[in-house]
């Protein structure tokens, strides 16, 4: 299985067709006319962040509406009715040990993180769905380490993706106007984070605090900024990369997709 990064930015976009929504829907197409359809999806989602570790174990996992109420009420009627599985989520667990795994049967489910992804990659919602929580007492290295361990599943049909954003400030956004100019901070860290990646500079993407002020602005907290590093992790460096769709929104929200697509 390839290996996916989705800039997933506003939950509007779930909403939305548009050139973003309908790159999602040809990488999904990509994934199942060049390799298979996946027998699953594992995603790690910039919104599960937890002490400790936890995988989604429910038959059933629900759509999670995470988000203010001043966004559209049709956003919220949204569902995304996916089935879990608590098999893949011990599997998760498994391939994570020693590290001790909390198998959520109740709490968690989809987050928009996930659900507003997928349900333009894959509407049909007919893919078992396991979410893999961030835990927030870890270093950049720590979840890149972590999802290394996840390799082994690429080879048992199960994609995985990462659901976050490159560049992620909401405070300095440009609400009313999404194709503005991106901030010189925000495309110089984005520029950067691509080029490392297609490098395969592994440590400058780990390490990107070392870009000073445009790593602040751009990551003014980590957790948007994680599920790259698991992304990273799952892929091999061998494996060619495609950054698309790439382009910023609203000045400081990068909607950046990476597709790790090895050779089939």
């Given at each position: 299985m390839p290996v996916i990064f989705f800039g997933h930015g506003s939950p509007v976009i779930a909403l939305q067709d548009n050139a973003t929504t309908r790159l999602w829907r040809r990488m999904a197409l990509r994934v199942e006319q060049d390799y298979r359809r996946p027998r699953a999806i594992v995603a790690v989602s910039g919104h599960w962040l937890t002490r400790g570790v936890g995988v989604t174990a429910m038959a059933r996992p629900r759509t999670i509406h995470d988000f203010g109420s001043s966004l559209p009420r049709p956003l919220f009627d949204i569902q995304y009715p996916a089935p879990g599985s608590p098999t893949l989520a011990r599997e998760v667990a498994a391939l994570l040990a020693p590290e001790p795994?909390?198998?959520?049967?109740?709490?968690?489910?989809?987050?928009?993180?996930?659900?507003?992804?997928?349900?333009?990659?894959?509407?049909?919602?007919?893919?078992?769905?396991?979410?893999?929580?961030?835990?927030?007492?870890?270093?950049?290295?720590?979840?890149?380490?972590?999802?290394?361990?996840?390799?082994?599943?690429?080879?048992?049909?199960?994609?995985i993706i990462g659901t976050g954003n490159i560049v992620h400030n909401l405070p300095r956004m440009n609400w009313g106007a999404q194709d503005c100019e991106p901030y010189s901070w925000a495309k110089a860290f984005d520029d950067h984070i691509v080029q490392a990646i297609a490098a395969a500079d592994v440590q400058a993407v780990i390490e990107y605090e070392a870009l000073g002020e445009a790593a602040k602005l751009a990551v003014p907290s980590p957790d948007h900024y994680w599920p790259v590093l698991y992304a990273l992790g799952a892929a091999d460096r061998d494996d060619p990369v495609v950054f698309e769709p790439r382009h910023i929104e609203h000045g400081s929200l990068s909607m950046t997709s990476i597709g790790w697509w090895p050779t089939p």
């Amino acid at each position: 299985m390839p290996v996916i990064f989705f800039g997933h930015g506003s939950p509007v976009i779930a909403l939305q067709d548009n050139a973003t929504t309908r790159l999602w829907r040809r990488m999904a197409l990509r994934v199942e006319q060049d390799y298979r359809r996946p027998r699953a999806i594992v995603a790690v989602s910039g919104h599960w962040l937890t002490r400790g570790v936890g995988v989604t174990a429910m038959a059933r996992p629900r759509t999670i509406h995470d988000f203010g109420s001043s966004l559209p009420r049709p956003l919220f009627d949204i569902q995304y009715p996916a089935p879990g599985s608590p098999t893949l989520a011990r599997e998760v667990a498994a391939l994570l040990a020693p590290e001790p795994v909390v198998l959520d049967e109740s709490q968690w489910g989809l987050d928009h993180g996930t659900w507003s992804v997928l349900c333009k990659a894959w509407p049909d919602a007919e893919i078992p769905v396991v979410q893999l929580s961030l835990d927030i007492r870890r270093s950049p290295f720590d979840h890149y380490e972590l999802a290394r361990k996840l390799k082994p599943l690429r080879d048992e049909d199960v994609l995985i993706i990462g659901t976050g954003n490159i560049v992620h400030n909401l405070p300095r956004m440009n609400w009313g106007a999404q194709d503005c100019e991106p901030y010189s901070w925000a495309k110089a860290f984005d520029d950067h984070i691509v080029q490392a990646i297609a490098a395969a500079d592994v440590q400058a993407v780990i390490e990107y605090e070392a870009l000073g002020e445009a790593a602040k602005l751009a990551v003014p907290s980590p957790d948007h900024y994680w599920p790259v590093l698991y992304a990273l992790g799952a892929a091999d460096r061998d494996d060619p990369v495609v950054f698309e769709p790439r382009h910023i929104e609203h000045g400081s929200l990068s909607m950046t997709s990476i597709g790790w697509w090895p050779t089939p």
